[in-house]
């Protein structure tokens, strides 16, 4: 199993960015798949979960509204597509299958500052 995040960098407040998750070594299409995000001297917080088939999301209230997440099951991919970035939103960002497969992808960093 492997999850393999990019698509981080630094962005002004306000800004956007789309991050972007290649996993393998397992059927991709039967589970469902998170992102998850770590600020600096903080714990993990759940982002937004995507059910196998894209037919049901959720995102936690910090990101309602601004942060989109899918997936492609023919790539075998899933994205966070983040808008209206606030400093808040720094964090490193991991794509996880923590419950069934406990798989965790090694992350990518977002920086919200001007």
């Known amino acids: 199993v492997q999850l393999v995040e990019s698509g981080g960098d630094l962005v002004q407040p306000g800004g956007s960015l789309r991050l972007s998750c290649a996993a393998s070594?397992?059927?991709?299409?039967?589970?469902?798949m998170y992102w998850v995000r770590q600020a600096p001297g903080k714990g993990l917080e759940w982002v937004s979960v995507?059910?196998?088939?894209?037919?049901?999301?959720a995102s936690a209230d910090s990101v309602k509204g601004r942060f989109t997440i899918s997936r492609d099951n023919t790539k075998n991919v899933l994205y966070l597509q983040m808008n209206s970035l606030k400093p808040e939103d720094t964090a490193v960002y991991y794509c996880?299958?923590?419950?069934?497969?406990?798989?965790w992808g090694q992350g990518t960093q977002v920086t919200v500052s001007s």
């Open positions: 070594g397992f059927t991709f299409s039967q589970y469902w």
């Open positions: 995507i059910s196998s088939g894209s037919g049901r999301t």
């Open positions: 996880a299958c923590p419950h069934a497969l406990d798989a």
